[in-house]
Each structure stands twice: as C-alpha cells, then as structure tokens.
C-alpha cells in the first residue's frame, strides 16, 4: 500500500485547491495547482534525482495529465505557465503560446475568441479543467505506483526521506 500519508497530503493538496476555487482566490489556486504538478513530477523522479528539470515536468503532465486531450494545450505550454505563475504571474511575450484562465461561470470559449484577436499566441483553459487534469493525473500516477511493488516503494521511500527533512528530532 502507498503511504497513507503520502496520501493524505495529496488529499490536503486537492481540499487546499479546491477551496481557493471556490472562494475565487484564483492566484493561489494556480499557484497550488503547479505546486502540485511539480510534487507528482518530483515523486516521479528516480531516489538519487534531486533536480526537477523541464522534460521531466513535460513528460509527467503528458503522461498522467494527457492535456492536449483535456485542455487543448500541450506538457510543454503547461511547464511555461508553470514559470510564468510560480515566478513573475506576468505572461511572457514572445514566440512561446501564453495560457489564460477562464474561472467561475466563464466561458473559455468567449475567452479564446478575445485572444484571438490579440497579436500573442494564446490559449484559454478553465481553472476548474486544469484542476481536474491534475486530480485525474494524480490518480493515474498513483493507480500506476500501486500495481507495481517496485514503484510503490520506490515512491514511498522517497516520500519519506522527503518527510525527514521536516522532522522535529
């Protein structure tokens, strides 16, 4: 069985999101969303990788996450978000597609017909989509780790190391 604290916290993670949705605080929402896009990415990675690096972040969301089939957007416009929203919350200018979020009752739809009257590459996603995506991807994940024993462990231990370093001893 995985951790159940491990699992918990990924519970605490999705209850954290989901309440920042639904009291409209959408900077933290997104700010928590990529957080934990960067923690199953994290966990994903081999015991001795410290580092998590671009490909790792894009072939994470695209395996688990799969957003050109939920989001219309792909592993690696999502990993440039994650830096825009994790670092300045300033979309960049540039050749790169910049996401834009619908929330609430907006319609995503209305929002991309805005963006496409403006002279960047843009896309529009809905909070609430992205939110799934990255519940359904964790569950993928953790459905994946828990078929596989070596994996499972593998997981666990490096939850747990991870844990060490918050420790009172």
């Not at 920042?20 to 966990?43: A, N, R, T």
């Not at 919350?89 to 979020?101: D, M």
Request: proline share 4%; net charge positive; with cysteine.
């Amino acid at each position: 069985m995985l951790s159940p604290l491990l699992l918990r916290n990924l519970y605490d993670l999705l209850c954290a999101i989901n309440f920042c949705l639904e009291k409209k605080l959408i900077i933290p929402g997104l700010l928590l969303i990529y957080f934990g896009i960067d923690s199953m990415v994290w966990l994903s990675l081999p015991k001795q990788s410290k580092k998590l690096t671009r490909t790792a972040y894009i072939n994470w969301v695209n395996e688990y996450m799969k957003p050109e089939n939920t989001l219309q957007c792909t592993g690696e416009e999502l990993y440039n978000a994650r830096c825009t929203i994790m670092t300045s919350i300033v979309p960049e200018t540039g050749n790169k597609t910049n996401l834009f979020y619908a929330w609430g009752n907006q319609d995503k739809e209305a929002l991309q017909k805005i963006l496409d009257g403006k002279e960047i590459p843009a896309k529009a996603i809905h909070i609430t989509e992205l939110f799934a995506a990255l519940d359904n991807g964790i569950q993928r994940f953790l459905h994946e780790k828990q078929e596989n024993q070596h994996r499972k462990k593998l997981t666990n231990d490096k939850f747990c190391n991870y844990l060490q370093n918050f420790m009172v001893k």
